[in-house]
């Protein structure tokens, strides 16, 4: 699946009227992102206008799509995604005119490829008026957008065309509905995504609930999609073992870095007892040392006893006389 590059929302107010954003970038580089703000200040909404941009007109729980446009404002949403795949380097811009309605909402989607920065990037496609300094309106902007496309790679899809051409053409993106489904079922409530895995209480449950319906969408055709649930089913035990192959790997893991540390220990004790040997040796030798030293000196102690003794005799006879 791309990454989002970057996104962008123009002239959108919010809590009734009482916010707005006039004109912001977020780039995120295609970094796993964290929208940190205080409680009602936004991060829902960010959410399903992003969702919209996907998935046009869709509601979200509660909150309904229409409802945060009214008046006559225009709104306009884009994403910038990095694409995937070996040497590319090209992004895909999908960006959406909104406003209210009779009926709650018009839109129309539109798309641009390019490689580099351009005219009609994320950053300078222009949805601001520069002379008059204003946002254009809906109709301004889907006149243009109709003029650019025979220009360039920007393609328009009015809002009949948008369940099956745009959201086939994102499908050819590697966009799948599906996944941000499941993005729209998580932000719902809050605590969503207990509802998310409601249906998915054991290993069986997600594979056939949320696995294959998800892999499934990747662009099969019917009888591909069939093939795929029956190769599930059919290695259903394998993939139910996979939690215990994951428990045994970790078990396995924890045995190399216990037996690493062994192993260090090992070495320790093999040094030490080489050490000890050693010094064993050296105490030895030094014992032998002193032991020759010993009977040395009682050899010299036993010839002095020898002597004094007969000093002492030749004194005896010397005194007979």
């Keep these: 699946m791309p990454s989002i590059n970057s996104f ?29 703000l205080e409680n009602g200040g936004g991060k829902s909404v960010i959410i399903h206008l992003l969702l919209n941009i996907v998935m046009p007109k869709t509601d979200m729980g509660n909150r309904k799509i229409a409802d945060y446009f009214k008046g006559n404002a225009t709104t306009h949403l884009l994403i910038e995604w990095s694409l995937d795949g070996e040497g590319k380097d ?47 309106t809906y109709s301004q902007w889907l006149k243009d957008i109709k003029e650019l496309k025979g220009s360039s790679r920007i393609q328009y899809f009015p809002d009949y065309e948008n369940k099956s051409k745009y959201r086939n053409f994102l499908k050819d993106y590697k966009i799948y509905h599906s996944e941000f489904h499941a993005i729209k079922t998580i932000n ?9 895995f409601a249906k998915a209480k054991k290993s069986k449950d997600i594979i056939e609930s949320i696995i294959i319906p998800s892999i499934s969408d990747i662009n099969y055709e019917k009888t591909n999609k069939n093939s795929l649930k029956e190769s599930f089913k059919n290695h ?55 032991k020759a030293q010993i009977k040395e000196i009682d050899n010299q102690i036993s010839n002095l006893q020898l002597e004094i003794e007969n000093i002492r005799i030749e004194i005896n006879e010397y005194n007979y006389k």
């Excluded at 107010?13 to 992102?33: F, S, V």
């Excluded at 073992?241 to 396995?252: G, R, T």
């Design 236 to 290: 259903i035990h394998q993939l139910k073992a996979i939690p215990e192959l994951e428990k045994s790997i970790e078990v396995y893991e924890n045995f190399l870095e216990k037996g690493k540390i062994i192993n260090l220990k090992l070495k320790e004790y093999k040094d030490y007892t080489g050490k000890k040997l050693f010094l064993e040796e050296k105490i030895l030798a030094h014992k032998l040392s002193i």
């Design 90 to 136: 090209e992004k895909l811009l999908t960006g959406m005119c909104i406003k209210s309605s009779d009926k709650g909402i018009k839109y129309f989607n539109y798309t641009n490829i390019y490689s580099e920065k351009e005219a009609n990037d994320i950053k300078n496609i222009p949805i601001i008026d520069k002379i008059e300094n204003r946002v254009k």
């Design 8 to 36: 962008r929302i123009v002239n959108f107010d919010y809590d009734n009227g009482k916010k707005k954003i006039a004109d912001e970038i977020y780039e995120l580089e295609g970094n796993n992102t964290l929208i940190a």
């Design 188 to 196: 719902e409530t809050e605590g969503g995504i207990d509802k998310f």
